[in-house]
């Protein structure tokens, strides 16, 4: 028999435990700073058992004879012809007591809490390359052990914010932005004590793991402009409370792999050098683990924003001081064209590894750009998402290189069509892994990419296509937060 229920009640560990239950879903609160396993607030229908024996049971008749009878009976039962009895009320004992043990538990409700929650996880995991961020892998794991803590917050926070998304579901995104009211809340008590440290302990690695699932949930949700880049900082800050020997294993490495380009872009917004560009931390956190090329990719691009503040520096002073401008100007100009050559020498090393074909498709994308085309179907694809991300950064790197050079260049037009050259096979990658469907794993990873051709390429054509591509991820990939809130300072006076 069925029966619906009214207003809950709350869930079943908080009834048996005899406390208030806030009936929060997946998980209430007092589960949660508990560390109990929470089914979830009873809702919907409700099973009730009304067979026969639950009503005997309940008006306490049974035709079933007691153990002492049982007892009385095998005794007095002394006879030959009656020794059958007591093996034949055994088994029907031991029938019924089998029956009673083999019923279904029907007064149990399943919890629909842990089925979501390994439903948002998963999602979230499906959309990101584990290649390029081992730590995603141990993203069930953290949401497991880390009971009470901000970082939990964090997790629920941005993978039910980014299925709420997916899924056009807004109860879902209010859901998300309570975790995420709840992690701040935390993070708040936490980043204290890890501050006071002035060493590594496990709330900076906690801490850490809590800014970049906050940084997606801004991502996804954007309720500040540079909500992601404050929490990109104070996870940047906790590495320097760390240190660079506390960055060599584990999971703190495969933060901190990441973290340094967020760092980079976290310092292209600032206008301020990154202070994963120094020597130390740029070989320190190494000693343990070899580089990738794609961290030694990292390595150049973290050079960058030290250039910004000579160029800043240098068009404030062209009028007033034309000696120091021109000395700034100069020295712009020496240290942009050797990061160029880094980058020339170690695309030679790596290219055939990464995307042999890159040469051919720069000549078919500037083709169809001179034409005013833009192709839909590469005719020469890339060998992975991965790799196309990882050919769009290092255009990436040379289209802001070009820009330092133009800036600093006395005929600025020479660096245009070298500009544009780039900025062509930037949305090339977007457009083979726009074919490789919504979990290519580098959805979030291409968006820094794109928005530097959408905003700083000399081409109207480009920065439309960039535009549009933007708003079509943003829209259908679930990362409108990221993809609308676009402007970093740097980019608004690149051509300043």
Not at 128 to 152: F, R, V
Not at 406 to 415: C, G, I, N, R
Not at 445 to 462: A, H, R
Request: net charge neutral; hydrophobic share 35%.
């Amino acid at each position: 028999m069925a029966r619906l229920t009214g207003r809950s009640r709350g869930c079943q560990t908080c009834i048996k435990r005899r406390i208030k239950c806030n009936e929060e879903t997946p998980a209430c609160y007092q589960c949660v700073s508990a560390g109990w396993d929470c089914p979830g607030p009873v809702e919907g229908v409700i099973f009730v058992d009304m067979s026969e024996g639950v009503r005997q049971k309940r008006t306490r008749h049974t035709s079933r004879p007691s153990n002492k009878k049982l007892q009385n009976t095998r005794k007095s039962n002394s006879s030959p012809d009656s020794t059958v009895t007591a093996p034949i009320l055994d088994s029907v004992e031991r029938g019924n007591l089998i029956f009673q043990a083999s019923k279904l538990p029907t007064s149990y409700q399943p919890s629909r809490g842990d089925i979501f929650r390994d439903l948002y996880l998963a999602n979230f995991i499906s959309l990101q390359d584990a290649s390029m961020h081992p730590w995603i892998n141990h993203l069930p794991k953290l949401a497991s052990s880390s009971t009470g803590h901000s970082e939990l917050y964090g997790i629920r926070a941005a993978t039910l914010a980014l299925y709420a998304k997916l899924s056009h579901n807004q109860d879902l995104e209010l859901e998300a932005a309570k975790w995420y009211s709840k992690g701040l809340d935390a993070q708040r008590e936490q980043l204290p004590l890890a501050a006071k440290s002035q060493s590594y302990s496990p709330c900076i690695h906690k801490a850490v793991g809590a800014a970049l699932m906050f940084s997606y949930f801004e991502s996804v949700i954007c309720t500040l402009p540079m909500g992601w880049m404050q929490h990109y900082a104070a996870a940047i800050k906790m590495f320097e409370i760390a240190g660079p020997e506390n960055c060599q294993t584990g999971l703190m490495h495969m933060f901190f792999c990441s973290m340094r380009v967020a760092a980079f872009i976290t310092a292209l917004t600032e206008d301020q050098p990154s202070v994963f560009a120094s020597i130390l931390w740029c070989t320190v956190p190494f000693q343990q683990t070899e580089k990738t090329p794609f961290d030694k990719l990292v390595d150049i691009l973290l050079q960058l924003p030290s250039c910004l503040p000579y160029r800043n520096e240098m068009r404030k002073t062209r009028n007033s001081h034309v000696t120091t401008s021109e000395s700034l100007r100069r020295y712009l100009e020496t240290t942009a064209s050797h990061i160029l050559s880094q980058l020339d020498e170690f695309w030679q090393e790596n290219k055939d590894a990464i995307d042999p074909d890159y040469d051919q498709r720069l000549i078919q994308t500037i083709t169809s750009h001179s034409s005013n085309k833009v192709d839909g179907q590469q005719s020469i694809p890339f060998t992975s998402p991965a790799n196309a991300y990882f050919t769009s950064m290092y255009d990436a790197g040379r289209f802001i290189t070009l820009g330092l050079l133009e800036a600093a260049s006395l005929v600025p037009s020479l660096y245009n069509q070298a500009v544009i050259m780039h900025g062509a096979s930037i949305l090339s990658s977007a457009v083979y892994c726009e074919t490789q469907g919504l979990f290519n794993g580098v959805s979030f990873s291409m968006v820094f990419p794109i928005k530097l051709v959408c905003l700083l390429s000399p081409s109207e054509l480009q920065r439309s296509l960039a535009q549009d591509t933007l708003l079509k991820w943003g829209s259908e990939r679930g990362l409108s937060g990221i993809c609308k809130v676009a402007a970093p300072s740097y980019l608004d006076r690149s051509h300043g």
